[in-house]
Nanobody
Framework: QVQLVESGGGLVHAGDSLRLSCAASGGTFSTYPMGWFRQASGKEREFVAAMSRSGASTYYADSVKGRFTISRDNAKNTVYLQMNSLKPEDTAVYSC?????????????????????WGQGTQVTVSS
């Protein structure tokens, strides 16, 4: 059974950095598209970052572009989200997601309904 477990969240100050990890188990996921989403209290879940099945292509929400970086370590079955220059508006529960299969090595999925498995999420709180 596929499981995704996020870690690395916490309470930080504005301007600080955090690196979130998403460890996948239940198979080998080195060739599956992955994504990060977040949901702030009282708001809908929103897209943050994603990468294609090969990892060659990435895509970011405008609100995090230039500050966040998605990456993967296939040997560890783990996807990361490096978050720099954090802002109070980045406060949310961050969840990783996996999609079984992709149409090409470069296609990046960005809609939540396109992903098949989700982690439980990790809380990120940024104080001003």
């Amino acid at each position: 059974q596929v499981q995704l477990v996020e870690s690395g969240g916490g309470l930080v100050h504005a301007g600080d950095s955090l690196r979130l990890s998403c460890a996948a188990s239940g198979g080998t996921f080195s060739t599956y598209p992955m994504g990060w989403f977040r949901q702030a209290s009282g708001k809908e879940r929103e897209f943050v970052a994603a990468m294609s099945r090969s990892g060659a292509s990435t895509y970011y929400a405008d609100s995090v572009k230039g500050r966040f970086t998605i990456s993967r370590d296939n040997a560890k079955n783990t996807v990361y989200l490096q978050m720099n220059s954090l802002k109070p508006e980045d406060t949310a529960v961050y969840s990783c997601a996996l999609r079984f299969g992709g149409i090409s090595d470069s296609y990046v999925y960005t809609q939540s309904y396109q992903f098949d498995y989700w982690g439980q999420g990790t809380q990120v709180t940024v104080s001003s």
